[in-house]
């Protein structure tokens, strides 16, 4: 029998759903490491933002989304690393004793 176009949308719904899931789980795991990151850049004495490395990182993901293949990578990589980073920067801001 075959699935209707309802059924095969809300497969592809749930396999979103599923990939959304394990995104959040590598966002989370991202902030922990950017926290340890921060604790070691204190002892360091090292400032928290480190402008030329964010650009190292933001150009780096580009080009790797680009090799996958990702469609419109140059536009939409970069606002989301930026998006993540700030979001290091502010776990690593919060933790500073």
Do not use: H, Y
């Not at 480190?50 to 939409?76: K, N, W, Y």
């Amino acid at each position: 029998m075959a699935e209707t176009l309802m059924e095969q949308l809300e497969a592809f719904r749930k396999e979103i759903n599923a990939v959304d899931q394990e995104l959040l789980q590598l966002i989370k795991e991202r902030l922990r490491i950017a926290e340890e990151i921060g604790r070691i850049k204190q002892q360091m004495g090292k400032p928290i933002k480190d402008f030329r490395r964010g650009q190292e990182v933001i150009a780096s993901c580009t080009r790797q989304a680009e090799s996958l293949g990702i469609p419109f990578a140059a536009e939409i990589i970069p606002p989301i690393w930026e998006k993540l980073m700030e979001a290091a920067v502010k776990v690593q801001e919060e933790n500073k004793t």
